[in-house]
């Protein structure tokens, strides 16, 4: 393979970059994918509880989104009606 690409750019050196920027890329995904893999995100062990929300029942509090914010010291920003 590597000396297909060699003879290949001896006859054609415009190839190098290209070379280069493929291996650049496979490279970068192989890493990417190599990362994923060992991502607490990713489930790999499907059988102990592998979707934890379906198992919630309809009267869970669920929180989206925390706010807290003191009203009364905040400036109008539209007139009274």
């Not at 890329?25 to 592998?50: D, E, I, Q």
């Amino acid at each position: 393979m590597f000396r297909l690409l060699a003879r290949q750019a001896k006859k054609n050196p415009g190839l190098i970059p290209q070379f280069f920027f493929i291996s650049l890329g496979l490279g970068g995904a192989s890493l990417y994918l190599v990362r994923l893999a060992v991502s607490p995100y990713v489930v790999w062990n499907k059988k102990n509880n592998a979707e934890p929300w379906s198992k919630l029942d309809p009267s869970y509090q669920y929180k989206f989104v925390a706010v807290t914010t003191d009203y009364k010291n905040l400036k109008k920003d539209r007139p009274d009606f």
